[in-house]
């Protein structure tokens, strides 16, 4: 299985964008995806997570409210709707999947397969 994000680029404040992350390869079992993002100068942090079967979500408190992620089953997809976006919302973003819903689906090491980033820049 391979991961393909897509979606980043400039925007001003208060504005949206929707990152893209399409899984190809054969998939089973309710696998958990996940967006990470990483600031300059510092580490990869957890964003939202989604369970593949049930679709029970998960997000980091930064972005509770403001971003949702959402995925579509028959094109292997995962979505992460960012609105309200603020400039220390500016990073790389990650996708990446798990073989399980793990309790510690907030944790990168928790994550088998990673796809490149995308770079989200929020100006203010």
């Known amino acids: 299985v391979q991961l393909q994000a897509s979606g980043g680029g400039s925007v001003q404040a208060g504005d949206s964008l929707r990152l893209s992350c399409v899984a190809s390869g054969r998939t089973s079992g309710d696998y958990g995806m996940g967006w990470f993002r990483q600031r300059p100068g510092s580490d990869r942090e957890f964003v939202a997570a989604?369970?593949?079967?049930?679709?029970?979500?998960y997000y980091s408190g930064s972005v509770k409210g403001r971003f949702t992620i959402s995925r579509d089953v028959g094109k292997i997809t995962v979505y992460l709707q960012m609105n309200n976006l603020k400039s220390e919302d500016t990073a790389v973003y990650y996708c990446?999947?798990?073989?399980?819903?793990?309790?510690?689906?907030?944790?990168?090491?928790?994550?088998?397969?990673w796809g490149q980033g995308t770079l989200v820049t929020v100006s203010s």
């Open positions: 989604i369970s593949w079967n049930l679709g029970s979500t």
């Open positions: 990446a999947a798990a073989r399980s819903w793990s309790p510690n689906r907030d944790e990168a090491n928790a994550y088998d397969l």
